[in-house]
């Protein structure tokens, strides 16, 4: 294919750009051979000239048509180049946030610096057992090939992560092994998973520091083993480091930090524990400053350093161990503090004694003081001849200082590291292992030392494994398929790494120049420019001689000598060494012990080297130990090592980006980005793959895939493997650019971008054939719509002229009318104006005549009134004297009949205490006023005794005057004056009279007013308390109404949420009864591996223990054993909030008395019948044997009755417990009103069944008492038959009676007589008795009332609201007492029901012997013979339902029954057989009254059934067997078992066969753990068959034949279909139709099959939707209409099966919507409403996620916008959805059993034969 069919107009390339690296542009003009530039248009519609006639310059890279952009895989893109790298990976990042890319097999992950969630428990799942290429790219993808390879080769794996600093490999490498982890966790208690993911804070504190380039940088490279064992569980690992970079311990660059454990420790330093370590902020020490900031942000180092404690605990480091890490730690920051003082200009150094830090080093590391002040600034230098002791120089003092603290810290670094690799070894033997290596990635900075040297080494040695790895595949892959195999010709960086570690390489020559003694970085580089000038990976710099230049095969890097030799040697002195192995801490010590051991650094940790200098002797060794050990030779031999382990392992590489250095989240630099790509190897990946055949397709995909260039010839064949070589044959001429093999096709970069220009330009003829037709039927369609509109318009217009005239014709009529109307009108009202006039004149006329009549008859009429008024005011005259009379009468007479009213009320009132005490709030109130009313007449008394003693001191003062005055006129008659004078004393007097009476007046007015007035007041409050009562008695019906209104009214909110309560609480219990059978299997799979282990024989242990431990010990029908003490139970109570329930005290306080006086009783009785049992035995001999047999009859009547009465206590002291922690919960939960108003509610309702259950029990203890003195008296009557009968024969009446019948009579009368009286003593004693409760009973009702009248009085001194809510208490608290009476009353009459039906049983038992006895002939028979029992029951009677059987007999019918019995063998009978027989065997042993027996079988039964369903764990059909018998034995059980509430639909037949004797409600309760049990493993054996068919079933399933296109995959996608085995749906539905055919013979509850199929619809749909959400190439309109059919094909089954009612329908919502969600329109805002609206089941992450992973599949398509997206987001904000983004596949609805009685009687039901059961008798 030429250049010129390529480069042809609109197609785009890509160009070079300074900026962006490259630029799209599209060619404008057709290239033709010969051209010197390409005419492009750049995107920003500018032209452009792209010279092609240059030197170098060549045509520019074509672009990948649109459809192929954002794929998974790039090796998917049909031109493979690093523009369309760059590009795919761009769009990915930016566009669809997706991190992850594949390339080949290396995945390539992006920085996103910020967090998502694609992390979680459910992702992990979701990528658990899938293929690699099924999925979407994520590091969880790569984890599981390396898990599922190891396990399927059985080879160990590694998995490579490299990038640079702060690409984000160390998280990479978490996340990894938290997969291993979770997905392999281990088998044992150890938590081997737990430890691995603990030891990474500990290596991030001890190992990751803040770089320029990323906050936690790890500053050394480790490789991680995790080990598996056989079962592929982890049962350990191993760390191994490499190269880490010590100088950082002393030196750090601007903005950068030492290791975070430095800033942890002093972040920490204010903690009680670390006050001795002299520590404070990390501002204040050298070696934590040099950067300039000490803090990250986001970053606690406080809390991060307890994180780090606590991975030291989990991982086993003892306390005292952490200690004294911390004090190596601290001591080396005081090293770094140390004043270290020069003299001589230098040349000499000392350290001060009293320097604090250097006090502080030596206590903290326990070594001496003046040992070490001396050797910091001395060294030894030791010749053939003697040794010298020599001061060192100021620089030389640092350097050493220095060199001391990086060899401390990489001596506890590797100590860490041994410890975390002790504690995640393990002794049991490794099967396999997957390493993990997180090393540095290629690394170039502005100045480059030997740390970079080195790094750059290692990924030289990687980078060669790399390519051998892919070259190898590529190999194998074209051999596989038949491919003639070419060798590839690819870079090979082997040159480059012999000029690193080749014999006198850079390494070499290094250590060479280390021996020599004078030996300086100068030198060394002189030798290697000497040495590797004509190297071709080797240049020396033009303008240094210090420096060299080594050609990577990613970048070139210059590296500066300095330093190089100082850093390989790594010289530490010997001196300080030996100081410290001194040190008082053992583990100082033991750090520097195995120095001088020759261990290979490449063992399991690098060692540090030094310089020993030593005495004369031994000088040679030390040599020589010296010149082995520099830090170049140990990194090579551990790189060695690495690499061999490497090339032992499958590979898998995952290649870390970081996008941008400013770390900003999704910020995208093409440059950074460009250069990573090269130097991390993914563009050579891609060239080796673009050199060969990149691009593969399967046969089919490519059929369905170009099926369209083919014509309909070719179509018609059969075989599509042939079909494809002949088109490809006419397609492409030239054979070498694509290759047939076994399975796939072959091409050629490019080629595959052609094949889809002529698909394009195939589709596009097609739709300008299309578009012609449809415009020319839109033009035919827009001419007759023209044609008709035109004739309609005519025919409007021609029907408007029409109308038009026939409304003038309309109009001119009605002129005519309106004439005529008006000449009418206009006459008439002249006619009337007439008559008006007329008429006004007569009416004033016939007016006045009118009102003269008025006048004369008005005269008259009031003449008539006067005589009237006059006439009826005498006759009232009359009548008023009438009526005062006859009321004088009347009142005589009322007040005569009040006074005896009155007489009957004070009567009345004395028995009628409760009105008092109603009103005797007011009575006080009325008798105060009445006081004070009496107090104002006695003042009026005295008043008007003062006043009648003023008027007869007057009197008698004036009868003096008077005599006075008679005296002076007969004395002194003449004299005047005198007179006068005392006429005006006279005057004076009388004045002062008159004022008296006035003020008299005025007191008696004033004290009519008031008394007047308190009268008034008296009947207002009189009133006011008629109306209090009435306000009370409406207050106490709205609250009764309200009550009831409020009760109908919570009573349904209530049940919503004690519904939802209850789905929770039951999903909660459901889930602990799965956790408890995990843990019983985990046990069970744990106690058989410790005996395969110890491989000793012995008894096992029963397993199942739930039925054991609910046996005896819960059973209240047949154990006897005591709940509790009362006084435990109300603690219990108070500790769960019986504070706040304190106003019920009373009743509590009730009760508990109640519980002592049934105790009481007890007790009582129990004496009465030791009484009874005494006199029993002082009876006369005569009635011995008459009396010997009522003696053990009520004997056994008594201990009957204490038995029962000690169980009624019992059932008391629950029913107590029960109603205190109801109270107690529901005070918690409600305020006080409320509480009152509920409790008052739920007595009420409480009192209510009570008296209901009260007259039901009276009316059958009424039957039953009929019944038994029946029975009694036939008894009697035979009895006294039998006693005359021997003894006497009764002559008739005739005959003559002998002297010794007269005897025996009267010896008769005599017995009778004492009878008689016994009888009559008897019942003078009970009356007694009765009498003497009776005064008992009356003193205490009269102690109750007093104290109730105490109350009541207390309660009127409160207030109103106070005195309601006392009055409902009060009432409340009657209500209990009463109805606690009503219950002791109900349970008496229970406990002689009770009674009465054992006597009864008793006689009917008797009377059954009886009648036996007399109706079979006695046999002697053996007790153990079991034909002979049989047949004697067979004559008895017809088969009850019951089946006998012998205890021994017990194990073979549970092996018979269930553990050996298989569903086939009784498919053929009833349903649920077995549960029928069982219950029929539970029955018998229920009617011969042994309890032993029926908890032996019921144990037996259900350990059966558990070690069935252990057996077949994985059998579907056994365990639907299981579940129906289990549900339906727990059904008979309810049916049959007496209580009412399931007795409702039960024939009268059905009743007889109801269980008689035990309450089997604990054996009920084990039976639903059991059903939901073996639900919860039906439903677990379900999905592991339909989960492998879910994905390829509804999702890949290509039901639609033709919709779906195939797009071009890549490597990882073709090499995951190898092997895999697809379903389509139909074997999907064939295998629900399985499922339910079994359910459904097997006779399962239809409420049960529709939970099953509702729980595996939702793993569907959950299954379905999370890898719908993962896997972007089904993310497509076609899949959308794939999907919706596949659904619709499950809801038509749904249907067809009648599970609508089910809700699996409805657990397909979102799946639906998702279905919905890519086949709506994605443009424009109102579809962003319509999707918002439609998609309301699914959340606003899974949304977003759906478009971003929309893809079209075909390039007609448009690709969801970012716009559009964000768009979504704003309107979907305000939604709470969950923050997950996968649905919990593992998620189990709560089951529900609901109770379904069976039609079927146990008398109708037959044994089969098959089933070898003939040891069961039919009773």
Same mark, same amino acid.
């Given at each position: 294919m030429s250049a010129t069919q390529l480069y042809t107009k609109y197609t785009r390339v890509w160009i070079p750009d300074p900026d962006e690296v490259w630029r799209s542009a599209e060619i404008i003009k057709d290239y033709k051979e010969g051209d010197k530039s390409l005419q492009l248009k750049l995107e920003d519609e500018t032209l452009y000239e792209y010279p092609i006639d240059l030197p170098g310059s060549e045509l520019p890279f074509l672009r990948n048509p649109d459809i192929l952009v954002g794929q998974n895989d790039l090796t998917a893109l049909s031109y493979l180049h690093e523009p369309a790298v760059l590009h795919n990976l761009k769009v990915r990042f930016l566009e669809s946030n997706h991190i992850y890319t594949y390339c080949g097999i290396v995945l390539v992950a992006i920085n996103p610096y910020e967090q998502l969630p694609i992390y979680e428990q459910d992702v992990i799942y979701a990528y658990s057992g899938q293929n690699m290429g099924d999925m979407d790219p994520h590091i969880f993808a790569v984890a599981e090939e390396a898990y599922k390879q190891m396990a399927r080769d059985e080879k160990n794996q590694s998995i490579i992560v490299s990038g640079e600093s702060g690409a984000g490999k160390t998280v990479s490498a978490k996340y990894a092994m938290r997969f291993f982890a979770t997905v392999g966790g281990s088998a044992s208690e150890t938590n081997i998973e737990a430890k !691995?993911?603990?030891?990474?804070? &500990?290596?991030?504190?001890?190992?990751?520091?803040?770089?320029?380039?990323?906050?936690? @940088?790890?500053?050394?490279?480790?490789?991680?083993?995790?080990?598996?064992?056989?079962?592929?569980?982890?049962?350990?690992?191993?760390?191994?480091?490499?190269?880490?970079?010590?100088?950082?311990?002393?030196?750090?660059?601007?903005?950068?930090?030492?290791?975070?454990?430095?800033?942890?420790?002093?972040?920490?330093?204010?903690?009680?524990?670390? $006050?001795?370590?002299?520590?404070?902020?990390?501002?204040?020490?050298?070696?934590?400053?040099? +950067?300039?900031?000490?803090?990250?942000?986001?970053?606690?180092?406080?809390?991060?350093?307890?994180?780090?404690?606590?991975?030291?605990?989990?991982?086993?480091?003892?306390?005292?161990?952490?200690?004294?890490?911390?004090?190596?730690?601290?001591?080396?920051?005081?090293?770094?503090?140390?004043?270290?003082?020069?003299?001589?200009?230098?040349?000499?150094?000392?350290?001060?004694?009293?320097?604090?830090? =250097?006090?502080?080093?030596c206590s903290l590391l326990g070594v001496e003081h003046s040992q070490m002040q001396h050797w910091l600034c001395h060294c030894k230098l030791v010749t053939t001849a003697e040794t010298y002791v020599k001061s060192m120089s100021l620089h030389q003092v640092v350097n050493a200082?220095?060199?001391?603290?990086?060899?401390?810290?990489?001596?506890?670094?590797?100590?860490?590291?041994?410890? &975390?690799?002790?504690?995640?070894?393990?002794?049991?033997?490794?099967?396999?292992?997957?390493?993990?290596?997180?090393?540095?990635?290629?690394?170039?900075?502005?100045?480059?030392?030997?740390?970079?040297?080195?790094?750059?080494?290692?990924?030289?040695?990687?980078?060669?494994?790399?390519?051998?790895?892919?070259?190898? =595949?590529?190999?194998?892959?074209?051999?596989?398929?038949?491919?003639?195999?070419?060798?590839?010709?690819?870079?090979?960086?082997?040159?480059?790494?012999?000029?690193?570690?080749?014999?006198?390489?850079?390494?070499?020559?290094?250590?060479?120049?280390?021996?020599?003694?004078?030996?300086?970085?100068?030198?060394?580089?002189?030798?290697?420019?000497?040495?590797?000038?004509?190297?071709?990976?080797?240049?020396?710099?033009?303008?240094?001689?210090?420096?060299?230049?080594?050609?990577?095969?990613?970048? $070139?890097?210059?590296?500066?000598?300095?330093?190089?030799?100082?850093?390989?040697?790594?010289?530490?002195?010997?001196?300080?060494?030996?100081?410290?192995?001194?040190?008082?801490?053992?583990?100082?010590?033991?750090?520097?012990?195995?120095e001088t051991d020759a261990v290979p650094a490449s063992a399991v940790q690098k060692r540090t080297p030094r310089i020993n200098v030593r005495s004369a002797k031994p000088a040679f060794k030390a040599a020589n130990k010296e010149h082995r050990k520099t830090v170049g030779h140990q990194f090579r031999n551990s790189l060695q090592l690495l690499m061999e382990t490497l090339n032992a392992t499958t590979?898998?590489?995952?290649?870390?980006?970081?996008?941008?250095?400013?770390?900003?989240?999704?910020?995208?630099?093409?440059?950074?980005?460009?250069?990573?790509?090269?130097?991390?190897?993914?563009?050579?990946?891609?060239?080796?793959?673009?050199?060969?055949?990149?691009? %593969?397709? @399967?046969?089919?995909?490519?059929?369905?895939?170009?099926?369209?260039?083919?014509?309909?010839?070719?179509?018609?064949?059969?075989?599509?493997?042939?079909?494809?070589?002949?088109?490809?044959?006419?397609?492409?001429?030239?054979?070498?650019?694509?290759?047939?093999?076994?399975?796939?096709?072959?091409?050629?970069? +490019?080629?595959?971008?052609?094949?889809?220009?002529?698909?394009?330009?195939?589709?596009?003829?097609?739709?300008?054939? &299309?578009?012609?037709?449809?415009?020319?039927?839109?033009?035919?369609?827009?001419?007759?719509?023209?044609?008709?509109?035109?004739?309609?318009?005519?025919?409007?217009?021609?029907?408007?002229?029409?109308?038009?005239?026939?409304?003038?014709?309309?109009?001119?009529?009605?002129?005519?009318?309106?004439?005529?109307?008006?000449?009418?009108?206009?006459?008439?009202?002249?006619?009337?104006?007439?008559?008006?006039?007329?008429?006004?004149?007569?009416?004033?006329?016939?007016?006045?005549?009118? %009102?003269?009549?008025?006048?004369?008859?008005?005269?008259?009429?009031?003449?008539?009134?006067?005589?009237?008024?006059?006439?009826?005011?005498?006759? #009232?005259?009359?009548?008023?004297?009438?009526?005062?009379?006859?009321?004088?009468?009347?009142?005589?007479?009322?007040?005569?009949?009040?006074?005896?009213?009155?007489?009957?009320?004070?009567?009345?009132?004395?028995?009628?205490?409760?009105?008092?005490?109603?009103?005797?709030?007011?009575?006080?109130?009325?008798?105060?006023?009445? #006081?004070?009313?009496?107090?104002?007449?006695?003042?009026?008394?005295?008043?008007?005794?003062?006043?009648?003693?003023?008027?007869?001191?007057?009197? @008698?003062?004036?009868?003096? =005057?008077?005599?006075?005055?008679?005296?002076?006129?007969?004395?002194?008659?003449?004299?005047?004056?005198?007179?006068l004078s005392l006429q005006e004393e006279t005057e004076r007097l009388r004045m002062e009279l008159e004022r008296a009476h006035g003020e008299r007046e005025v007191l008696e007015d004033s004290h009519g007013k008031e008394r007047d007035l308190l009268r008034k007041r008296i009947c207002d409050l009189e009133e006011e308390n008629a109306l209090l009562k009435q306000e009370k008695e409406e207050l106490n019906s709205r609250i009764l109404c309200q009550s009831e209104g409020e009760f109908a009214r919570n009573t349904v909110e209530e049940n919503m949420q004690m519904k939802k309560e209850l789905e929770e609480e039951r999903s909660r219990y459901q889930n602990l009864v799965k956790e408890y059978a995990s843990l019983e299997q985990r046990y069970d799979n744990l106690r058989n591996e410790m005996t395969i282990f110890k491989q000793t024989p012995g008894h096992r242990r029963n397993p199942s223990n739930q039925s054991s431990l609910e046996s005896d010990s819960n059973n209240p029908s047949i154990c006897t054993s005591e709940i509790g003490d009362t006084e435990d139970v109300i603690q219990q109570v108070e500790e769960i909030g019986m504070e706040k329930a304190a106003m019920d005290m009373t009743l509590f306080l009730k009760l508990q008395k109640r519980v002592r006086e049934l105790e009481l009783e007890r007790k009582k009785l129990q004496a009465q019948l030791e009484k009874k049992e005494q006199e029993s035995k002082k009876s006369q001999v005569i009635e011995i044997k008459t009396e010997v047999a009522s003696e053990h009859e009520d004997f056994a009547y008594n201990t009957l009755k204490r038995q029962e009465l000690e169980s009624e206590n019992k059932k008391l002291k629950n029913e107590l417990n029960e109603l205190r922690k109801a109270i107690a919960d529901h005070a918690t939960q409600n305020n006080s009103s409320n509480d009152v108003q509920d409790g008052y509610n739920l007595l009420l309702n409480q009192l209510k069944s009570a008296n209901e259950e009260l007259e039901v029990r009276k009316e059958e203890v009424l039957i039953l008492r009929s019944q038994i003195m029946k029975a009694a008296q036939q008894k009697e009557s035979g009895k006294n038959m039998e006693s005359i009968s021997p003894n006497a024969s009764w002559p008739n009446s005739d005959r003559h009676v002998d002297q010794e019948d007269a005897i025996e009579a009267y010896q008769g009368m005599c017995e009778t007589n004492r009878l008689l009286e016994a009888q009559l003593q008897d019942q003078r004693r009970e009356h007694e008795e009765e009498m003497e409760a009776l005064r008992n009973q009356m003193d205490l009702m009269q102690e109750?009332?007093?104290?109730?009248?105490?109350?009541?009085?207390?309660?009127?001194?409160?207030?109103?609201?106070?005195?309601?809510?006392?009055?409902?208490?009060?009432?409340?608290?009657?209500?209990?007492?009463?109805?606690?009476?009503?219950?002791?009353?109900?349970?008496?009459?229970?406990?002689?029901? $009770?009674?009465?039906?054992?006597?009864?049983?008793?006689?009917?038992?008797?009377?059954?012997?009886?009648?036996?006895?007399?109706? !079979?002939?006695?046999?002697? %028979?053996?007790?153990?013979?079991?034909?002979?029992?049989?047949?004697?029951?067979?004559?008895?009677?017809?088969?009850?339902?019951?089946?006998?059987?012998?205890?021994?007999?017990?194990?073979?019918?549970?092996?018979?029954?269930?553990?050996?019995?298989?569903?086939?063998?009784?498919?053929?009978?009833?349903?649920?057989?077995?549960?029928?027989?069982?219950?029929?065997?539970? #029955?018998?042993?229920?009617?011969?009254?042994?309890?032993? /027996?029926?908890?032996?079988?019921?144990?037996?039964?259900?350990? +059966?059934?558990?070690?069935?369903?252990? $057996?077949?764990?994985?059998?579907?059909?056994?365990?639907?067997?299981?579940?129906?018998?289990?549900?339906?034995?727990?059904?008979?059980?309810?049916?049959?078992? +007496?209580?009412?509430?399931?007795?409702?639909?039960?024939?009268?037949?059905?009743?007889?066969?109801?269980?008689?004797?035990?309450?089997?409600?604990?054996?009920?309760?084990?039976?639903?753990?059991?059903?939901?049990?073996?639900?919860?493993?039906?439903?677990?054996?379900?999905?592991? &068959?339909?989960?492998?068919?879910?994905?390829?079933?509804?999702?890949?399933?290509?039901?639609?034949?033709?919709?779906?296109?195939? /797009?071009?995959?890549?490597?990882?996608?073709?090499?995951?279909?190898?092997g895999d085995s697809s379903y389509s749906l139909d074997e999907m539905i064939r295998q629900l139709n399985t499922f339910h055919s079994i359910m459904c013979d097997q006779g399962l509850d239809p409420e049960i099959i529709q939970q099953v199929f509702k729980q595996l619809f939702y793993m569907i749909n959950a299954i379905t939707l999370n890898n719908l959400l993962l896997r972007k190439d089904v993310c497509s309109w076609s899949t959308g209409m794939q999907l919706r059919f596949n659904i619709s094909q499950l809801e038509e089954w749904l249907r067809g099966k009648n599970l609508q009612q089910s809700g699996a329908a409805q657990t397909l919502e979102p799946l639906i919507q998702a279905a919905q969600l890519l086949q709506l329109k994605k443009k424009t805002s109102e579809d962003a409403e319509a999707i918002c609206s439609l998609c309301t089941s699914l959340s606003t992450q899974q949304i977003v996620k759906i478009l971003n992973l929309y893809t079209p599949v075909n390039e007609f398509e448009e690709r969801v916008t970012v716009a559009f997206i964000r768009n979504i987001q704003k309107q979907l904000q305000e939604r709470n959805d969950p923050p997950q983004l996968l649905l919990d596949f593992k998620h189990m609805f709560p089951v529900l059993f609901p109770f379904n009685p069976s039609a079927i009687t146990m008398d109708s039901i037959h044994l089969p034969a098959s089933l070898n059961l003939d040891f069961l008798n039919k009773v």
């Amino acid at each position: 294919m030429s250049a010129t069919q390529l480069y042809t107009k609109y197609t785009r390339v890509w160009i070079p750009d300074p900026d962006e690296v490259w630029r799209s542009a599209e060619i404008i003009k057709d290239y033709k051979e010969g051209d010197k530039s390409l005419q492009l248009k750049l995107e920003d519609e500018t032209l452009y000239e792209y010279p092609i006639d240059l030197p170098g310059s060549e045509l520019p890279f074509l672009r990948n048509p649109d459809i192929l952009v954002g794929q998974n895989d790039l090796t998917a893109l049909s031109y493979l180049h690093e523009p369309a790298v760059l590009h795919n990976l761009k769009v990915r990042f930016l566009e669809s946030n997706h991190i992850y890319t594949y390339c080949g097999i290396v995945l390539v992950a992006i920085n996103p610096y910020e967090q998502l969630p694609i992390y979680e428990q459910d992702v992990i799942y979701a990528y658990s057992g899938q293929n690699m290429g099924d999925m979407d790219p994520h590091i969880f993808a790569v984890a599981e090939e390396a898990y599922k390879q190891m396990a399927r080769d059985e080879k160990n794996q590694s998995i490579i992560v490299s990038g640079e600093s702060g690409a984000g490999k160390t998280v990479s490498a978490k996340y990894a092994m938290r997969f291993f982890a979770t997905v392999g966790g281990s088998a044992s208690e150890t938590n081997i998973e737990a430890k !691995v993911l603990a030891s990474s804070p &500990i290596v991030e504190a001890i190992g990751n520091a803040k770089t320029t380039r990323n906050d936690n @940088s790890s500053r050394f490279g480790k490789y991680i083993q995790i080990g598996f064992d056989k079962r592929y569980h982890i049962i350990g690992a191993n760390m191994r480091t490499y190269l880490l970079e010590k100088s950082r311990v002393v030196f750090q660059a601007e903005d950068e930090r030492n290791y975070h454990i430095f800033y942890q420790l002093c972040a920490s330093s204010s903690l009680p524990e670390f $006050k001795d370590l002299g520590l404070t902020c990390a501002e204040d020490f050298f070696y934590t400053s040099q +950067g300039g900031d000490t803090s990250i942000d986001g970053v606690d180092d406080a809390d991060d350093f307890e994180k780090t404690r606590h991975a030291f605990t989990l991982l086993g480091v003892k306390e005292s161990h952490q200690t004294t890490i911390f004090r190596i730690i601290a001591a080396i920051l005081h090293l770094g503090n140390l004043k270290i003082q020069g003299e001589r200009d230098g040349e000499v150094c000392s350290v001060s004694s009293e320097d604090e830090h =250097l006090s502080s080093f030596c206590s903290l590391l326990g070594v001496e003081h003046s040992q070490m002040q001396h050797w910091l600034c001395h060294c030894k230098l030791v010749t053939t001849a003697e040794t010298y002791v020599k001061s060192m120089s100021l620089h030389q003092v640092v350097n050493a200082r220095n060199a001391l603290a990086k060899h401390i810290y990489a001596q506890l670094f590797n100590w860490i590291v041994q410890h &975390i690799n002790k504690a995640l070894h393990t002794t049991v033997k490794q099967h396999s292992f997957i390493g993990v290596l997180d090393i540095y990635g290629f690394e170039t900075f502005e100045v480059n030392s030997f740390e970079q040297f080195c790094i750059n080494y290692a990924n030289e040695k990687l980078q060669q494994q790399f390519n051998s790895h892919v070259f190898k =595949l590529e190999q194998e892959e074209y051999m596989k398929e038949g491919i003639p195999w070419t060798l590839i010709d690819f870079y090979d960086n082997q040159p480059c790494i012999d000029l690193i570690e080749a014999k006198l390489g850079i390494l070499d020559l290094l250590d060479e120049e280390c021996k020599v003694p004078k030996g300086t970085d100068q030198n060394w580089a002189q030798k290697l420019y000497d040495r590797h000038a004509a190297s071709l990976h080797f240049q020396k710099p033009r303008m240094s001689n210090t420096s060299f230049i080594v050609l990577h095969f990613a970048d $070139k890097v210059e590296y500066q000598s300095e330093g190089f030799l100082e850093k390989n040697r790594d010289t530490v002195y010997e001196e300080q060494i030996n100081i410290l192995k001194a040190s008082k801490y053992q583990m100082v010590a033991d750090l520097f012990q195995e120095e001088t051991d020759a261990v290979p650094a490449s063992a399991v940790q690098k060692r540090t080297p030094r310089i020993n200098v030593r005495s004369a002797k031994p000088a040679f060794k030390a040599a020589n130990k010296e010149h082995r050990k520099t830090v170049g030779h140990q990194f090579r031999n551990s790189l060695q090592l690495l690499m061999e382990t490497l090339n032992a392992t499958t590979p898998h590489y995952v290649r870390c980006i970081k996008p941008n250095d400013e770390k900003l989240p999704f910020k995208f630099d093409p440059k950074r980005t460009v250069q990573q790509l090269r130097a991390c190897g993914v563009l050579e990946t891609i060239r080796i793959s673009a050199a060969g055949f990149p691009s %593969r397709w @399967s046969y089919p995909d490519f059929f369905n895939r170009y099926r369209v260039l083919m014509n309909k010839r070719d179509l018609s064949k059969n075989d599509k493997k042939q079909i494809c070589q002949t088109l490809l044959e006419n397609l492409i001429k030239d054979p070498d650019k694509f290759q047939f093999g076994r399975t796939k096709i072959f091409f050629r970069a +490019g080629q595959v971008a052609y094949l889809e220009k002529l698909r394009a330009d195939k589709f596009r003829a097609a739709t300008i054939m &299309i578009q012609k037709t449809v415009r020319g039927w839109l033009q035919r369609a827009r001419y007759q719509r023209l044609r008709r509109a035109t004739l309609t318009l005519q025919r409007y217009a021609r029907g408007h002229l029409a109308r038009r005239l026939f409304q003038h014709l309309r109009r001119t009529r009605a002129a005519i009318i309106l004439q005529k109307q008006y000449r009418m009108l206009r006459m008439r009202r002249a006619f009337l104006r007439v008559r008006s006039a007329t008429l006004t004149i007569q009416a004033f006329a016939r007016g006045m005549f009118v %009102r003269r009549i008025y006048h004369q008859m008005l005269l008259e009429h009031k003449a008539t009134i006067l005589q009237k008024y006059a006439r009826g005011w005498l006759a #009232r005259a009359r009548f008023r004297r009438a009526q005062a009379a006859a009321v004088v009468l009347q009142c005589h007479w009322r007040r005569l009949r009040a006074r005896r009213q009155l007489q009957a009320l004070r009567i009345e009132a004395r028995s009628a205490q409760h009105l008092k005490k109603l009103n005797i709030g007011m009575e006080n109130k009325v008798v105060q006023l009445q #006081r004070k009313v009496d107090e104002q007449n006695k003042e009026n008394k005295l008043l008007n005794e003062q006043l009648s003693m003023l008027t007869s001191a007057h009197s @008698s003062e004036v009868e003096k =005057l008077k005599k006075e005055l008679q005296q002076y006129q007969q004395t002194q008659q003449g004299d005047g004056k005198q007179l006068l004078s005392l006429q005006e004393e006279t005057e004076r007097l009388r004045m002062e009279l008159e004022r008296a009476h006035g003020e008299r007046e005025v007191l008696e007015d004033s004290h009519g007013k008031e008394r007047d007035l308190l009268r008034k007041r008296i009947c207002d409050l009189e009133e006011e308390n008629a109306l209090l009562k009435q306000e009370k008695e409406e207050l106490n019906s709205r609250i009764l109404c309200q009550s009831e209104g409020e009760f109908a009214r919570n009573t349904v909110e209530e049940n919503m949420q004690m519904k939802k309560e209850l789905e929770e609480e039951r999903s909660r219990y459901q889930n602990l009864v799965k956790e408890y059978a995990s843990l019983e299997q985990r046990y069970d799979n744990l106690r058989n591996e410790m005996t395969i282990f110890k491989q000793t024989p012995g008894h096992r242990r029963n397993p199942s223990n739930q039925s054991s431990l609910e046996s005896d010990s819960n059973n209240p029908s047949i154990c006897t054993s005591e709940i509790g003490d009362t006084e435990d139970v109300i603690q219990q109570v108070e500790e769960i909030g019986m504070e706040k329930a304190a106003m019920d005290m009373t009743l509590f306080l009730k009760l508990q008395k109640r519980v002592r006086e049934l105790e009481l009783e007890r007790k009582k009785l129990q004496a009465q019948l030791e009484k009874k049992e005494q006199e029993s035995k002082k009876s006369q001999v005569i009635e011995i044997k008459t009396e010997v047999a009522s003696e053990h009859e009520d004997f056994a009547y008594n201990t009957l009755k204490r038995q029962e009465l000690e169980s009624e206590n019992k059932k008391l002291k629950n029913e107590l417990n029960e109603l205190r922690k109801a109270i107690a919960d529901h005070a918690t939960q409600n305020n006080s009103s409320n509480d009152v108003q509920d409790g008052y509610n739920l007595l009420l309702n409480q009192l209510k069944s009570a008296n209901e259950e009260l007259e039901v029990r009276k009316e059958e203890v009424l039957i039953l008492r009929s019944q038994i003195m029946k029975a009694a008296q036939q008894k009697e009557s035979g009895k006294n038959m039998e006693s005359i009968s021997p003894n006497a024969s009764w002559p008739n009446s005739d005959r003559h009676v002998d002297q010794e019948d007269a005897i025996e009579a009267y010896q008769g009368m005599c017995e009778t007589n004492r009878l008689l009286e016994a009888q009559l003593q008897d019942q003078r004693r009970e009356h007694e008795e009765e009498m003497e409760a009776l005064r008992n009973q009356m003193d205490l009702m009269q102690e109750e009332l007093e104290k109730q009248q105490q109350a009541f009085l207390q309660t009127l001194q409160l207030s109103p609201e106070i005195q309601v809510e006392f009055g409902l208490q009060q009432e409340i608290t009657r209500l209990t007492n009463e109805n606690l009476d009503l219950k002791e009353l109900l349970e008496k009459l229970e406990k002689n029901e $009770k009674k009465l039906k054992k006597q009864l049983k008793i006689y009917m038992k008797k009377v059954q012997d009886f009648e036996a006895s007399q109706t !079979v002939v006695p046999v002697e %028979r053996r007790p153990h013979e079991r034909s002979m029992q049989v047949a004697v029951q067979r004559k008895e009677k017809d088969f009850q339902g019951m089946l006998e059987y012998y205890k021994e007999d017990e194990p073979l019918l549970i092996r018979n029954l269930i553990t050996d019995l298989k569903p086939q063998a009784v498919s053929a009978t009833v349903p649920c057989l077995p549960a029928y027989i069982l219950y029929m065997c539970i #029955r018998h042993a229920d009617y011969i009254n042994d309890d032993q /027996k029926v908890h032996s079988l019921l144990t037996s039964t259900i350990n +059966g059934v558990k070690k069935v369903l252990k $057996k077949h764990q994985d059998d579907f059909e056994m365990t639907s067997f299981w579940l129906a018998n289990t549900c339906r034995l727990l059904h008979c059980l309810k049916q049959y078992s +007496g209580e009412e509430g399931f007795m409702t639909q039960n024939t009268a037949k059905q009743n007889e066969h109801c269980l008689k004797n035990f309450d089997l409600t604990e054996y009920r309760q084990v039976l639903g753990h059991l059903s939901i049990q073996i639900y919860q493993q039906l439903i677990n054996i379900a999905e592991g &068959i339909l989960q492998p068919m879910i994905v390829s079933a509804v999702l890949e399933n290509e039901s639609i034949q033709g919709l779906s296109s195939v /797009k071009p995959v890549g490597y990882r996608k073709y090499c995951s279909k190898e092997g895999d085995s697809s379903y389509s749906l139909d074997e999907m539905i064939r295998q629900l139709n399985t499922f339910h055919s079994i359910m459904c013979d097997q006779g399962l509850d239809p409420e049960i099959i529709q939970q099953v199929f509702k729980q595996l619809f939702y793993m569907i749909n959950a299954i379905t939707l999370n890898n719908l959400l993962l896997r972007k190439d089904v993310c497509s309109w076609s899949t959308g209409m794939q999907l919706r059919f596949n659904i619709s094909q499950l809801e038509e089954w749904l249907r067809g099966k009648n599970l609508q009612q089910s809700g699996a329908a409805q657990t397909l919502e979102p799946l639906i919507q998702a279905a919905q969600l890519l086949q709506l329109k994605k443009k424009t805002s109102e579809d962003a409403e319509a999707i918002c609206s439609l998609c309301t089941s699914l959340s606003t992450q899974q949304i977003v996620k759906i478009l971003n992973l929309y893809t079209p599949v075909n390039e007609f398509e448009e690709r969801v916008t970012v716009a559009f997206i964000r768009n979504i987001q704003k309107q979907l904000q305000e939604r709470n959805d969950p923050p997950q983004l996968l649905l919990d596949f593992k998620h189990m609805f709560p089951v529900l059993f609901p109770f379904n009685p069976s039609a079927i009687t146990m008398d109708s039901i037959h044994l089969p034969a098959s089933l070898n059961l003939d040891f069961l008798n039919k009773v």
